[in-house]
């Protein structure tokens, strides 16, 4: 296989991976509180190709080896956390982060355990649990977490929702009664470090890969006094923050780069055939 094709392929590989971030951008253009991801490419590891090497202790004019890189990759897939558009719903289970980089806690499976989930996604449910009582959950069935990731759950005739300061949230009837409860809300000081679990979902990494950082410092959980850092729209929800006018040039250029290797693939084959039919 020749040079030329073998960089035109790795590229081609790498450009496809591009292509599926675009698209997995376009299809969620409307899911509530999504942040689009943006793919950055680096060259690939060159490789040392010795040419003439030295057999004698006589000097050379020239350095020895040659520095072919192998074409391109993705470096790095980096989540955009720019906040999204509000948009307001009138829908009294309804909430919108307005901080970027605050993320409601859930409980979601993980394998074949629960644990600690983060979300944009405002938009909540009650899901009965006995005769008497409801869970605030989201679209998926996950359950919502107070600010001790406690579920929240409460008696199911308390029908009337309002958002006080802090996150705090009351249920109540027309009888007087009322729950209150404190909305988990985490702030995430590096969004890249969590992983996507699906269903707009992450979580944590199992493992660190830079022992410095600890869990700490990637997650502040906002209690006491930390609660007036949170940003809260009732009866709101934010909108994904994916550009589509911004994804389809993206995938223009994407495709018409990838047609270019593609090209060149060609045009090395087609060189290939003129020296082997040189007689």
């Known amino acids: 296989m020749s040079r030329i094709t073998y960089t035109a392929m790795n590229t081609m590989s790498q450009l496809q991976k591009q292509l599926d971030i675009i698209s997995n951008n376009v299809a969620n253009v409307d899911t509530t509180g999504y942040k689009k991801q943006r793919a950055s490419f680096q060259e690939l590891l060159i490789q040392q190709h010795n040419n003439h090497p030295l057999r004698d202790n006589s000097p050379r004019l020239t350095p020895q080896g040659v520095r072919i890189g192998t074409g391109g990759k993705v470096g790095q897939v980096q989540t955009v956390a720019n906040q999204g558009a509000i948009k307001e719903t009138g829908r009294p289970l309804d909430f919108a982060l307005t901080v970027p980089n605050q993320y409601f806690k859930v409980l979601a499976p993980n394998g074949n355990e629960l644990n600690v989930h983060y979300t944009r996604d405002g938009a909540f449910y009650l899901s009965p649990i006995n005769d008497t009582e409801v869970a605030l959950v989201t679209s998926e069935g996950h359950r919502v977490l107070d600010e001790d990731n406690n579920p929240i759950i409460f008696n199911g005739d308390l ?91 993206n995938l223009i250029q994407t495709q018409r780069a990838y047609q270019f290797q593609a090209r060149a693939i060609t045009l090395a084959d087609q060189m290939s055939g003129l020296v082997n039919g040189i007689r």
Do not use: C, W, Y
Not at 168 to 174: A, C, L
């Open 159 to 249: 029908t009337n929702v309002s958002l006080g300061d802090d996150g705090i949230v009351t249920f109540s009837n027309e009888h007087g009664a009322s729950a209150s409860f404190a909305l988990g809300v985490v702030q995430v000081n590096n969004p890249q470090a969590l992983v996507k679990t699906g269903n707009n979902l992450l979580t944590l990494p199992d493992h660190l890969q830079n022992e410095d950082i600890t869990i700490d410092d990637l997650i502040v959980n906002l209690v006491g006094a930390a609660r007036d850092q949170i940003g809260l729209n009732h009866q709101a929800l934010e909108q994904s923050n994916v550009d589509l006018i911004e994804e389809m040039t």
